[in-house]
């Protein structure tokens, strides 16, 4: 079992930044790919960022320059800077862990970029 908590999210202006994190607890944090997904009203959870066990990361293409994704192995966190935040990056933030056996969701944050 693995236990994920997010913190980090509020309300920011436009152009502004947050960073997101999630606190992993219950299992061996390393063999986990995390991933940062966001759902915003009417519209389907879709991901933002991934970071592998190996640490190699992926975006999506509307993120990419102007999110980061990181892990810090050591206390069990990963971590999503986000810069230059627009309107649209409005939505709930999930951290999701995924190992090829098992997969675990946390309760999400909200992040409101105002215009």
């Known amino acids: 079992q693995v236990q994920l908590v997010e913190s980090g999210g509020g309300l920011v202006q436009s152009g502004g930044s947050l960073r997101l994190s999630c606190a992993a607890s219950?299992?061996?944090?390393?063999?986990?790919?995390m991933g940062w997904y966001r759902q915003a009203p009417g519209k389907q959870r879709e991901l933002v960022a991934q970071?592998?066990?190996?640490?190699?990361?992926r975006y999506l293409d509307s993120v990419k320059g102007r999110f980061t994704i990181s892990r810090d192995n050591a206390r069990n966190t990963v971590y999503l800077q986000m810069n230059s935040l627009k309107p649209e990056d409005t939505a709930v933030y999930y951290c999701n862990a995924d190992s090829r056996f098992d997969g675990y969701w946390g309760q999400g944050t909200q992040v409101t970029v105002s215009s």
């Open positions: 219950g299992s061996i944090f390393s063999r986990y790919n």
């Open positions: 970071i592998t066990s190996g640490g190699d990361t």
